[in-house]
């Protein structure tokens, strides 16, 4: 996958107003539409109006004024014709300045781009603050302060691009030292092993039944014991308030038995991703409860590649799918349909998990295999997802699944935010020159001002935004590979559904699939 432009925008304003009259006019049709005709339930209009609202606006914002900057150049889009800057790096100039905010008197640190014809586009890191008065451009034009949050990241890809090491201090400029080449060991010390090892009499070992059995117990008994250990430590960091909150809400809308059932699967569910997040060396936060939309595990770090987002992702089912099989087989022993029901819900619950929206385990998967091929696309079919999750809750009357919807969006907005900075990471023709001192030094150049995320926060998501930068994609048989994984557990999960579909209790979990 080729280094794709990264994309410079002023934040989206205006956004909870246009979603609050999106609603109220979505509402107010759906019941104009229900005296007319057809029930149109109110919650769904209000939902497909706040979508459509919030559409409209990111559509416009994505036309606005922006900068671009790939492997040639830089251009700005969005405004009048012929007043845009366009240049190769090797033309653009680089100024820093002040001006002042009309607000508040106070005053603002900014930084200026010029092409050999003297256009401008001045930006700083306001954090959303007051507008700054224009500024004057080296052609003599007023020039716009565009705010923007990823000033400190196209900074930094101007001073290695155009280059402009000298707007650094000296004590920045030096390029990191090489490590020395490690010593080869020595061939003698190696040979000398060797020939001792061989000189050693090999002795044939001979394993009675009753010892390869103990031998593979004991082996199943420390693995066991790991599991145990890690699902201890996920439990101590699991919020047991809200899992008392959870299970307390279950416990009133069906039974004490069902809330216990759900609990547990949902902690064996979270425990899949929990343990393939530490095997893959990624910091856990914890694990968290939320009453009536399940539970998830947070993270610190972000993916390294696509098939780490992608293993860690199917834990989760893989591990909850696993647990259905106990209540499966306890149900053909017993013919109980207690243990059917417990297996049918907990088999619909993974499957629900694949659906193919984020912020669910399915939307995750999506996004790994759209990602190995560009951002973009992997932004698409998230917005895609999102579309065909509020089409199925309306369809089947599912309201978790609009909740689902809106929590995908928020996500998706995240991850749109922080493209532009992975995908300018990628562009830095030396990122290894550039450490923590030099980007809270560019960071200061053009801001930020008060009430802006804090230092630490700052280099947190400039490390996640580095790692997303390098995360690899998927490649060749591992399509595949990961593909028919996904497919292969959906069919496991719906054939168990399938099975259990005329057992009391557990026919209403299968119902819910026709």
Not at 27 to 52: D, H, N, Q, R, T
Not at 121 to 134: E, H, K, L, N
Not at 354 to 364: H, Q
Request: aromatic fraction near 8%; charged fraction near 15%; proline fraction near 6%.
């Amino acid at each position: 996958m080729q280094n794709e432009a990264a994309v410079f925008r002023p934040p989206l304003r205006g956004l909870a107003p246009a979603l609050l009259l999106g609603a109220a006019g979505g509402g107010a049709v759906a019941l104009v539409a229900s005296l007319a005709g057809p029930e149109v339930p109110l919650i769904a209009g209000s939902l497909l109006g706040a979508l459509a609202a919030g559409l409209s606006l990111a559509a416009r914002h994505a036309r606005g004024l922006r900068l671009v900057a790939d492997e040639a150049g830089l251009r700005v889009l969005g405004c009048a014709a012929g007043s845009g800057l366009q240049a190769r790096w090797e033309d653009v100039r680089l100024g820093f300045g002040v001006t002042m905010c009309d607000a508040d008197g106070t005053l603002q640190r900014y930084a200026i781009l010029a092409d050999p014809q003297g256009r401008g586009f001045a930006f700083a890191d306001r954090a959303g603050g007051a507008p700054c008065r224009p500024v004057t451009g080296a052609d003599g034009r007023p020039v716009e302060v565009v705010d923007l949050g990823e000033a400190a990241l196209l900074l930094g890809l101007v001073v290695q691009r155009t280059p402009a090491w000298h707007v650094l201090p000296e004590s920045l400029q030096a390029a990191p030292a090489i490590p020395p080449a490690p010593t080869p060991r020595s061939t003698t010390s190696t040979a000398t092993t060797t020939s001792a090892s061989a000189s050693t009499p090999t002795r044939e070992r001979r394993f009675g039944l009753f010892a390869v059995f103990a031998k593979l117990g004991s082996k199943l008994a420390a693995s066991a014991g790991k599991l145990g250990a890690g699902a201890l430590k996920a439990a101590k960091t699991a919020n047991l308030g809200w899992a008392a909150a959870s299970a307390a809400t279950y416990s009133l809308l069906f039974s004490w038995k069902f809330a216990l059932a759900i609990l547990i699967q949902l902690f064996v569910h979270e425990y899949g991703h929990v343990h393939a997040m530490r095997k893959t060396g990624m910091r856990v936060r914890g694990m968290y409860f939320v009453p009536m939309l399940g539970a998830l595990a947070v993270t610190d770090d972000a993916f390294t590649s696509r098939r780490q987002q992608a293993y860690v992702a199917l834990n989760g089912p893989l591990w909850g799918s696993l647990l259905a099989l106990v209540p499966l087989g306890l149900f053909f022993l017993t013919h109980d349909p207690l243990w059917a029901s417990i297996a049918s819900w907990w088999a619909l619950l993974n499957l629900f998990n694949l659906l193919p929206i984020a912020p669910l385990d399915g939307g995750r998967v999506m996004h790994a295999f759209a990602s190995s091929y560009s951002s973009a696309l992997g932004v698409a079919l998230s917005m895609a997802g999102l579309a065909v999750a509020l089409v199925l809750g309306l369809a089947a009357g599912f309201s978790i699944v609009w909740l689902v919807a809106l929590l995908g969006a928020m996500e998706l907005a995240g991850e749109a935010r922080s493209r532009a900075g992975a995908h300018a990471l990628r562009l830095l023709p030396e990122p290894a020159r550039f450490h923590a001192p030099h980007w809270l030094y560019l960071r200061a150049a053009a801001g930020p001002p008060p009430g802006a995320p804090s230092q630490p926060a700052f280099l947190f998501a400039l490390e996640r935004q580095e790692k997303t930068a390098r995360a690899v994609p998927l490649r060749g048989g591992e399509f595949a590979r990961w593909g028919l994984a996904y497919l292969g557990l959906a069919a496991a999960l719906v054939f168990v559904l399938w099975l259990l579909r005329s057992v009391p209790g557990a026919s209403a979990a299968a119902g819910l699939l026709e």
